[in-house]
């Protein structure tokens, strides 16, 4: 009797042990389960951040563009005047050559939510291999690319204002420094040098441009299937 009394007793305590087990098992794999939801929605925010920087940069882009484009009429008079400038008006001239130099506005891509989803170890819980392979090679080749080139090209007109111009032309009185014609001709070629880099920077915004709205849809379709087809902000 007693025997029989201990052998029930040791299966009831194998029983409760199993389910003790059996249930701190089951809420480590929940508890898991549930950092991974948690997880996953922090990446999303932080997708939404870097939606909202995409945008921006859409919106600077055109004025960018727009800013580039007008640069070229400006180029080919400067340059028609410089192949002789006993044509050239010298008051136009003069506002051409300011406006061309005064300002030269390019593109710097804003890269804020990139680096927090970086740092921050995101990328991974966004789950979506080809998304994030697609963000990596747009910040960190396409982006760089871009802001590479600007840097030069921001540098190659300021030069030009500081050290090229000034040597035939003077800004605040608007009248040429020299009647010579190899030394204008220099210029003239510097500035032709010039206009043929505004036209390879123009070609390289318009070719970001494509990459950067292709990324967008591709963001906006993960944040749709993310939000289950509700609307995004």
């Known amino acids: 009797m007693n025997r029989d009394r201990s052998s029930v007793r040791w299966r009831r305590l194998l029983v409760e042990g199993s389910v003790l087990v059996v249930s701190i098992y089951l809420a480590i794999v929940l508890e898991g389960v549930s ?5 996953h929605r922090e990446a999303v925010e932080a997708l939404l951040s870097l939606k909202h920087e995409l945008d921006l940069d859409r919106r600077d882009l055109d004025v960018v563009m727009g800013a580039q484009a007008e640069r070229f009429p400006r180029h080919d008079r400067i340059d028609r005047w410089l192949a ?24 710097f891509p804003r890269d804020a939510a990139w680096t927090t989803m970086v740092s921050s170890s995101q990328l991974a819980d966004l789950r979506d291999a080809r998304l ?28 030009t204002a500081r050290n090229v111009i000034p040597v035939i032309w003077d800004q605040s009185s608007s009248r040429f420094l020299t009647s010579d014609e190899v030394e204008v001709a ?7 040098g010039l206009r043929d880099f505004s036209e390879a920077f123009f070609a390289l915004l318009d070719q970001w441009r494509v990459e950067l709205e292709s990324l967008q849809s591709d963001v906006d379709r993960y ?6 087809g509700r609307s995004l902000p």
């Open 132 to 159: 994030v392979a697609r963000l990596a090679d747009f910040y960190e080749n396409r982006n760089e690319r871009l802001a590479v080139n600007a840097d030069i090209y921001d540098e190659w007109v300021s030069g």
């Open 35 to 39: 950092e991974e939801r948690a997880d």
């Open 223 to 228: 944040l749709e299937r993310s939000s289950g």
């Open 186 to 192: 220099r210029v003239r070629g510097q500035m032709a």
């Open 84 to 107: 002789d400038p006993s044509t050239a008006p010298l008051d136009s001239l003069g506002q051409d050559i300011a406006r061309l130099f005064r300002q030269n506005r390019t593109m």
